[in-house]
């Protein structure tokens, strides 16, 4: 606990100060680098792999967007290097695959872009699979904490279409209120009526649907990017209707 305090102080002191955000990432090289090869399944090579650099930035960008609301850093600075390597490879790929579309394809030159198959790149497929099971693992270790299983979360899951606008209309109200995630985080409960009181919505609908806004909250405030990714197309079909 000491020890995350302590990172706390020096994460908050470099949103400030360019010279100590370098020095913190100086520090910090030697877990950078071990997330980089946690997805290279291999050690990175300095000068050499540009996926150390990615996770470098990606590092630097979880400081500059990291708060207390989000629980411990370094577990949202692996999810953000992760993420940012993640898109790197597929914007690579997706680079590569341009380059070569339109050259000739044996003696008929007919273009490349005629010859590839039309399924989904198997690899990026896979890619996006480990990442979306990596997230998933993550919420639901993180969720255990709260007392509140996968299986809870969609038992608990509100069936009408009021109804998940209601929760929505309470996701947004703590979005714009970070200090709820604050309350959550650190009493391990929902704070029922501080969001019922500032969101509008009822408190017995917030009570009947704790842990489905529970799980909402955690997603919202950890940066489970894909995870949250899907819920925003969710909510905006909810939106719409």
């Given amino acids: 606990m000491r020890d995350e305090h302590k990172i706390i102080q020096q994460v908050y002191a470099a949103k400030e100060d360019v010279e100590a955000a370098d020095r913190l990432i100086g520090i910090y090289m030697p877990f950078i680098k071990a997330e980089t090869a946690k997805y290279l399944k291999r050690p990175p090579v300095e000068g050499h792999d ?31 290097i992760r993420s940012r390597l993640i898109d790197y490879s597929r914007r690579e790929r997706r680079h590569s695959r341009t380059l070569s579309l339109d050259t000739p394809a044996g003696e008929e030159d007919a273009a490349l872009l005629d010859t590839l198959p039309e399924e989904r790149d198997h690899q990026e497929e896979m890619l ?22 996968i299986s809870d979360v969609a038992d608990n899951c509100p069936k009408q279409q009021r109804t998940l606008a209601a929760c929505r209309q309470a996701l947004q109200y703590a979005r714009e209120n970070p200090e709820l995630f604050d309350v959550l985080l650190h009493t391990k409960k929902l704070p029922v009526g501080q969001l019922a009181a500032g969101s509008g919505v009822e408190r017995k609908t917030l009570e009947r649907h704790r842990k489905y806004m529970v799980a909402l909250l955690l997603i919202y405030t950890n940066g489970y990017e894909i995870i949250r990714g899907h819920l925003k197309q969710v909510m905006k079909g909810v939106a719409a209707k």
């Avoid at 150390?52 to 999810?79: P, Q, V």
């Avoid at 099971?133 to 270790?141: D, F, G, N, P, V």
């Fill in 50 to 80: 540009d996926e150390l650099s990615i996770a470098m930035i990606a590092f630097h960008e979880a400081i500059g967007g990291y708060s207390r609301a989000r629980g411990a850093f370094l577990k949202y600075a692996a999810m953000l």
């Fill in 128 to 149: 996006s699979r480990d990442a979306t099971r990596a997230e998933i693992e993550e919420l639901t270790r993180q969720m255990q904490e709260f007392g509140v299983s």
